[in-house]
């Protein structure tokens, strides 16, 4: 299988508040982005990148492409874009007394759900990129989490379980009991890892 990419990591120091290693200190590994690209520099690298389509074409196609699956996805459909995932809304609720207060004043927010598949699940994704270190300094990071699994700063997150699951949560994500996402996949936690191939919540 082809390689396509060289993930970069860097090591951090943590110590866990909750879990099997409370108040022990331990390292993870921590992924690394080394730079941001913005839209105008994804139509810009496909269009550089052998695809016969002017890089104009690709800006109006991508263009429209996001207006539409927004439009769909807040009309409470879900969205699959072939082997990148599938697309929908997830919701947040307070816990109400009664189910005859449970209201659409109940809802505190709504966020968007990405259930990776196929060649993105992510035992597919580690297959795909290389792995090397950078920098040799460890970080020191305040860590509430059980082991490594939130973000890990500096626009890296890290999953120190393995890569069973479908990609870690960013941004807060819902639980299942304050009315999280329904329609499928695993649940997740604030602030943890999914389980399964669950929803990644961005």
């Known amino acids: 299988m082809a390689t396509k990419g060289t993930l970069k990591y860097r090591k951090v120091e943590r110590t866990p508040q909750v879990g099997k290693d409370a108040g022990k200190k331990k390292y993870y590994a921590t992924a690394v982005q080394d730079r941001t690209m913005d839209f105008e520099d994804f139509v810009s690298h496909i269009s550089d990148h052998g695809s016969p389509y002017s890089r104009g074409c690709i800006h109006g196609v991508m263009m429209d492409a996001l207006d539409h699956l927004q439009e769909l996805i807040l009309d409470g459909k879900s969205v699959r874009l072939g082997d ?3 697309f929908s809304i997830g919701m947040t609720s307070r ?3 009664s189910p005859a207060k449970v209201t ?3 809802i505190e927010g709504v966020h968007l759900i990405l259930r ?3 060649n993105w699940s992510n035992a597919e994704l580690k297959k795909r990129c290389r792995i090397e270190l950078l920098g040799g300094s460890v970080v020191t990071e ?6 490594g699994d939130g973000n890990g700063g500096d626009g890296g997150g890290s999953q120190s379980k393995g890569d069973g699951g479908s990609g870690s949560t960013s941004g807060g994500g819902s639980n299942p009991s304050q009315g999280g996402a329904s329609d499928g996949g695993g649940s997740s936690t604030p602030g943890g890892s999914d389980s399964g191939d669950g929803p990644t919540e961005l």
Request: aromatic share 0%; charged share 35%; no cysteine.
């Open 116 to 118: 990776n598949t196929k």
């Open 142 to 147: 305040d860590s509430d989490t059980d082991g």
């Open 95 to 97: 816990g109400e007394d």
């Open 104 to 106: 659409a004043q109940s």
């Open 84 to 86: 990148l995932g599938l």
